[in-house]
């Protein structure tokens, strides 16, 4: 298992000003590698640079199933400032309207991030993967549809969408996954993705957790297959 202190740390500031602080794994195997973005929940916000890693909602955790030498992937850790969020919309509201929030400053920052990593390290543009949790899974969401055919796959954990931007990613591998009791965001948002891409025949695979409440990413985290599938897109 890849130790914390292997994801380096770095402070990345795009053209308008705005900093984001991020942990970068590089597996040192050279270019053509794959890349997967993980964008935190709310709970890891802030500068220090430390709780993105430190927390086990993150999927390289210790109890986790992913390990990247496995794969031999890159893996990219933004943070998200105090007070902000990676999609301006209150997440207790689940799903929202695409077309009348702008992309947040951060969310704007970490796509600018990841066209620098990608270039720099020369990473197959090919294998771009991106996953988040509550706000991130927000985040994940709102990054795939507002840059169709970017990433290769993603994996949405207890977020919310715009249905209506189902069209634009129908041909996506996405599994995402939410737990019926979630009392932080409601799992109805996820539903109407997953209807909404299901009536585009869109390539979705939904785990919705009978009884289980927000912390639904445990499950999702522990389950090898769900980074075997991811990466083998």
Known sequence: MIQL?????????DE???VLPYRLYDPKLGSGRPLLVFLHGAGERGTDNEVTLSKPVAPFAEECALDLEDYGAYLLAPQCACDHQWVDKPWGKGSYDQSSIPISKHLAAAKSLIDEIVEKYDIDKNRIYIMGCSMGGFGTWDMITRFPGYF????PICGGADPKMAEKIKDMPIWTFHGDADDA??????????EALRAVNGDIIYSEYKGCGHGVWKHVHSAKCVYDWLFSR
């Open 5 to 13: 202190n292997e994801y380096v740390k770095g402070i990345y500031t």
């Open 152 to 155: 290769r796959a993603a994996l």
């Open 16 to 18: 308008k000003g705005t």
């Open 185 to 194: 965001v409601p799992v109805q948002g996820t539903r109407e993705m997953v």
